[in-house]
């Protein structure tokens, strides 16, 4: 049980593209997702925190217009990076909650990198 | 925000070894949890435990939340357990901020 997906795994795209990475819990509904993100060989940061149906939670120092997130259902939410730029490239991992539980569930993650 | 030290940062050890990683947390916690992230970057789950000792195999963890640590003993170390362990800690129902990992290496 507690499975979370991300799709898609890896993604390359131009700079001033924009990108959507969706992350499912599959057996448990998620009250509460979070985006984090991680540099080569460093730890990983949280972004911002979900909770479905409500706007998210930003971070201090994280763009919310660059890093748009939304989650609509119980089971899914979606990071959009708009207008991407290299130094966006990254590794993005998602986590899932649901309300019993303080324990957070990590998905795969996504390689996001910015040509 | 609350701060998380792991030690020791690296950590290289012959098959069959025994290990004990440190986390220091600066504040009260209502989760405290360990993950080894593989070659991938799949974080895995292996332990939630904001307080008290669980075992789990070769694996068992211990948080004694009234001094602010956590240690993740590991036994019998094989060259599976080679990978970078996590503690990551929140308080309330707050996103987790992780310590900088510990880089194991397990020799043949």
């Known amino acids: 049980g507690a499975v979370v997906s991300q799709h898609p795994s890896r993604v390359i795209c131009k700079s001033g593209t924009s990108v959507k990475i969706e992350c499912r819990s599959l057996?448990?509904?998620?009250?509460?997702m979070f985006w984090y993100r991680q540099f080569p060989k460093k730890s990983l940061m949280l972004m911002a925190t979900?909770?479905?149906?409500?706007?998210?939670?930003?971070e201090q120092g994280v763009e919310k217009d660059k890093f748009l997130i939304n989650h609509a259902s119980l089971t899914l939410s979606t990071l959009t990076v708009t207008s991407a730029h290299p130094e966006d490239s990254s590794f993005y991992i998602c986590?899932?909650?649901?309300?019993?539980?303080?324990?957070?569930?990590f998905g795969p993650g996504t390689r996001l990198t910015v040509t | 925000g609350i701060q998380v030290e792991q030690s020791p940062p690296d950590l290289i050890l012959q098959e069959g070894a025994n290990s004990t990683l440190r986390c220091n947390f600066s504040?009260?916690?209502?989760?405290l949890q360990w993950f080894h992230q593989n070659p991938w970057g799949q974080l895995i789950n292996l332990f939630y435990?904001?307080?008290g000792t669980k075992q789990n195999g070769r694996l068992s963890a211990t948080t004694v939340a009234t001094e602010r640590y956590s240690l993740l003993y590991i036994s019998s170390s094989q060259t599976t357990d080679s990978g970078v362990y996590f503690c990551?800690?929140?308080?309330?129902?707050?996103?987790?901020?992780f310590g900088k990992g510990t880089h194991l290496i397990i020799q043949p």
């Open positions: 986590s899932a909650r649901s309300s019993g539980s303080p324990e957070q569930y």
């Open positions: 057996d448990f509904q998620a009250t509460t």
């Open positions: 435990i904001p307080s």
């Open positions: 504040d009260s916690v209502n989760n």
């Open positions: 979900s909770n479905e149906g409500s706007k998210a939670t930003y």
């Open positions: 990551a800690v929140a308080g309330g129902a707050d996103g987790l901020t």
